[in-house]
């Protein structure tokens, strides 16, 4: 299998690559200077020149307040720009592997989201997705469009700049021994290495489609931070902020847990609980420490 990974400096794109080529994949990572997905000619230069079987795309605006501020640059990069991705794949007899998020639905059920249930956005951000999981969805029959939530990876998230939330978390208690965290939010936090294990599996199918795939479990941010630093064996203080200490600038679902039902229903779920994936994490960043 050729593939082409487009984000591939970025916090999954770089598991991605990892794990296809520990697979044997032949693989070309590409950064924002080879391609400018918002562009047609750009796009079509690319995917013509490497002809790849298969394109990961990862690259996204998914910052959620500079989305809300510049709605139409949202929409170019998370709409046209997997619309020229669609449309090019589909023209080349290529699979379309496309990562979505969470923040397609407006968090009002109190149980796990399935494929099947309608979105209804709450922000830019969400709506240009939705848009982005519909043109994919559309126009090449041959895709993947997986939803994803709450990422944290070894290689730093490009949108969002600094520490991903784990490493905050560790730093925070070695740094001050102490930290307030907001408890409104439920998730499940989900390791970008175990996801890219997951998007690995499902690109040696044929089974295209619609699919959540999110770390099994859920957990609020607090409940999160106390599972960072005792998984960690480290000491420090957790309070619940109260609600108008970290206020969201822009609504954000409150619940917005997702079940790996497609997948399970196509017997290739390969996601495990939070917790595991949260363990594995650590461990990997004490051997890159150490390395
Ligand atoms: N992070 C989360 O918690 C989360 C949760 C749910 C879903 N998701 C989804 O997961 C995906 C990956 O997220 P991530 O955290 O790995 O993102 P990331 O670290 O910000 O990486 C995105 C990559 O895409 C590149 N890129 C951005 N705009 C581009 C464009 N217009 N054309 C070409 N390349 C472009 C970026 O390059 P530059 O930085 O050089 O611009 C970067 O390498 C996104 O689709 C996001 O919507 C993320």
Same mark, same amino acid.
């Given at each position: 299998?050729?593939?082409?990974? @487009? $984000?591939?400096?970025?916090?999954?794109?770089?598991?991605?690559?990892?794990?296809?080529?520990?697979? &044997?994949?032949?693989? @070309? +990572? *590409?950064?924002?200077?080879? @391609? !400018?997905?918002?562009?047609?000619?750009? /796009?079509?230069?690319?995917?013509?020149?490497?002809?790849?079987? /298969?394109?990961?795309? %990862?690259?996204?605006?998914?910052? /959620?307040?500079?989305?809300?501020?510049?709605?139409?640059?949202?929409?170019?990069?998370?709409?046209?720009?997997?619309?020229?991705?669609?449309?090019?794949?589909? =023209?080349?007899?290529?699979?379309? #592997?496309?990562?979505?998020?969470?923040?397609?639905?407006? +968090?009002?059920?109190?149980?796990?989201?399935?494929? &099947?249930?309608?979105? *209804?956005?709450?922000?830019?951000?969400?709506?240009?997705?939705?848009?982005?999981?519909?043109?994919?969805?559309?126009?090449?029959?041959?895709?993947?469009?997986?939803?994803?939530?709450?990422?944290? +990876? /070894?290689?730093?998230?490009?949108?969002? $700049?600094?520490?991903?939330?784990?490493?905050?978390?560790?730093?925070?208690?070695? =740094?001050? $021994?102490?930290?307030?965290?907001?408890?409104?939010?439920?998730?499940?936090?989900?390791?970008?290495? !175990?996801?890219?294990?997951?998007?690995?599996?499902?690109?040696?199918?044929?089974?295209?489609?619609?699919?959540?795939? %999110?770390?099994?479990?859920?957990?609020?941010?607090?409940?999160?931070?106390?599972?960072? *630093?005792?998984?960690?064996?480290?000491?420090?203080?957790?309070?619940?902020?109260?609600?108008? =200490?970290?206020?969201?600038? #822009?609504?954000?679902?409150?619940?917005?847990?997702?079940?790996?039902?497609?997948?399970?229903?196509?017997?290739?779920?390969?996601?495990?609980?939070?917790?595991? +994936?949260?363990?594995?994490?650590? !461990?990997? @960043?004490?051997?890159?420490?150490?390395?």
């Amino acid at each position: 299998m050729k593939a082409a990974v @487009i $984000g591939a400096t970025g916090q999954l794109g770089s598991d991605v690559t990892r794990a296809m080529t520990g697979s &044997g994949h032949e693989v @070309i +990572g *590409l950064t924002h200077e080879d @391609i !400018e997905i918002y562009d047609i000619n750009s /796009v079509r230069g690319v995917i013509e020149r490497l002809r790849p079987s /298969v394109v990961v795309n %990862t690259a996204a605006m998914h910052n /959620v307040e500079k989305c809300e501020a510049d709605p139409e640059r949202a929409y170019r990069v998370n709409a046209i720009g997997t619309r020229n991705l669609a449309s090019v794949t589909q =023209e080349m007899d290529c699979v379309l #592997v496309h990562i979505s998020t969470d923040y397609v639905f407006d +968090g009002k059920k109190s149980d796990p989201y399935v494929e &099947g249930d309608e979105p *209804l956005p709450l922000n830019v951000y969400g709506n240009s997705k939705l848009a982005g999981e519909c043109f994919a969805r559309t126009l090449n029959p041959r895709h993947f469009v997986i939803r994803t939530s709450a990422l944290y +990876g /070894v290689s730093p998230c490009r949108a969002k $700049g600094g520490l991903n939330f784990v490493d905050l978390m560790l730093k925070l208690a070695r =740094e001050r $021994g102490q930290m307030r965290v907001v408890d409104a939010e439920t998730v499940s936090p989900t390791a970008t290495a !175990e996801l890219a294990v997951q998007i690995n599996e499902l690109v040696k199918t044929d089974a295209y489609g619609l699919y959540h795939a %999110t770390s099994e479990g859920s957990c609020s941010w607090y409940e999160f931070a106390r599972a960072i *630093l005792s998984t960690a064996g480290l000491k420090a203080r957790v309070d619940i902020a109260s609600p108008n =200490e970290f206020p969201a600038k #822009v609504p954000r679902p409150q619940y917005s847990v997702l079940e790996n039902s497609a997948l399970k229903k196509v017997g290739l779920n390969r996601l495990s609980h939070w917790q595991f +994936g949260l363990l594995r994490y650590l !461990e990997q @960043i004490e051997r890159f420490a150490v390395a």
